[in-house]
C-alpha cells in the first residue's frame, strides 16, 4: 500500500517497523472524521486557488464514496495501511487518480489526527456518553420512584449511623453521574477543533480562509499538533465516572450478599459457579469495580506518555487513542449494563425493617432530643453514648428499660417520647436542613 511519505527513502520499511508501527486496527473510529476534515480541506484549497471547481466537485464526490463504503471493511483483520488517514488516501486515489496527491497541499497527519480525534470526541463519543448516563440516572430515578417509602440504615466506615431516605441513598449516585455527564460537557465545550496548523509551523493559508470553512484558525500551530490534553481530561472525566460505577456497584455486592439481604439483584444479571450449584454471583459489578482499573491505568499511561515529549510532534502520541477508545468503549458497556440492572433491582423490605431496628441507629435523634431540652451537646453526647453502652453490656433495649432506670441517665429522659423517637420515619423527617424539591 502506497504510504504518505517516502520520497527521501532508498529502502523498503522493514515488515517489523511496518507491524509495529501501524495504528489502522484501532484508528479506524476515526474514518467519518477524517472524511468530514478532508471535504472541508477541499473546499479550503478552492477558496485559496489550490484546486479547481471541477477538482472540488470530483474530490467531493470520491471522498462522500469512500465514506459510504467505508463502514462495510473490517480493519481489524489483515490490513496493511499504517493508519486510517493512509487508506482513505489510497482509496482517494484509486478512484480520481493523481488528483488525489493534491489533497495534502498545506496538510499534515499531525492536524488530521488532532482534528478527527476531537471531531470524534466532540460529536460522537462524548455526547453517546452522555446519553447513556442519563439512561442510568433515570433508571435510578424510576427505581425511587417505585420504592418511595423505602428508609435504609445509612452507613459510615461500614457501620449503622442513621436512618436515610432511599430517594437520599441512591439519589446520591444521580447527583455524582449529573456531576460527570456536566464535566464532560465543560471538556467538550472547551475542545477546539482546529485545522491549519501543518506539521508544526502552520500553512501558507489565510487563517481568515479557514474560518471561513467554518472551522477555528490555529493560535498556536506547535501547541495545536503536540496538545493532548484534552485526551488526558477526558480520560480523568472517564475514570471518575468509573469510580462512582465502581462504588455503586460494591455497595450493590454488599446489600445483595447474605449478611445485609437488602436487595435481589435478578438472575439475569448473575452468573453461577462451576463447582458450586447454590451460588449466584454478582459477576457484572465486580467485573465494573475491577474495570475502574483499567480506566486509572489508561489515564496513567497517559500522563506518563506525555510527561517527557520535547515540542512538537512525536509518534509516541499515536498511543493517546488505543486509551481514548478504551475508556470510552468500557464506560459507556458498563452504563448500559447497570441501567439494565437497576431496571429490575428488589428490595427485601423485611430485612431492612430488621436492620431498623437497631437502636444505635437512633443515638443521634437521642442527643438532639436531650438538646432541646437545654441539656449543652456535649453533655447530651456523653449522656447517649452512656445509654447506648448500657444497654450493650446489659442485652437491653433501651426503649424497654423502665422510666426509673433512664431518669439514672438524664432527669430529661420520658419513656414514652423515647419509644417515639426511636422510629425511621420520625428520624428522617426530624432532619430539615436538606433542601427538598416541592411535590
Known sequence: MKKLWG?????????????????????????????????????ILEKCGYLTSDETSELETALESIGKEIGKKDFTQNEKCEDIHTYIQNELQKKVGNLALKLQTARSRNDQVVFATKLYCKEEAIPDLQSAIKHLVKAIDKLVDENKNIILPGFTHMQHAQPVYLKDYLGAYCDMLKRDSNRLKYISQNMKVTLGAGALAGTPIKADIYEAADVEAVINSIDSVSDRDFVIEIISALSIVAMH??????????YSSKEFDFIEIDEAFCTGSSLMPQKKNPDVLELVRGYSGRLYGNLVSMLTMMKGLPLSYNRDMQLDKESLFSSFEIVSQELEVLTGLIKT?????????EHLEDESLYATDLVYYLVDKEVPFAQAHEIAGELYR???????????????????????????????????????????????AKA
Not at 522493514?14 to 472541508?40: C, M, Q, R, W
Not at 460505577?245 to 450493590?252: G, I, M, N, T, V
Open 345 to 353: 433491582l428488589k428490595f427485601n423490605k423485611a430485612k431492612i425493617k
Open 7 to 43: 520520497g527521501r527513502f532508498k529502502k523498503k520499511t522493514n515488515p517489523l517497523v511496518e507491524e509495529f508501527t501501524k495504528s489502522i486496527h484501532y484508528d479506524y473510529k476515526l474514518a467519518k472524521y477524517d472524511l468530514a476534515g478532508s471535504i472541508t480541506h477541499v473546499k
Open 245 to 254: 460505577l465502581s462504588r455503586l456497584a460494591e455497595d450493590l455486592i454488599i
Open 390 to 436: 448500657y444497654s450493650l453490656d446489659n442485652k437491653l433495649g433501651i426503649k424497654g428499660l423502665p422510666q426509673k432506670k433512664l431518669k439514672k441517665f438524664s432527669d430529661k429522659i420520658v419513656k414514652k417520647e423515647i419509644v417515639r423517637l426511636f422510629n425511621p420515619a420520625f428520624s428522617v423527617r426530624s432532619k430539615k436542613s436538606i433542601k427538598r
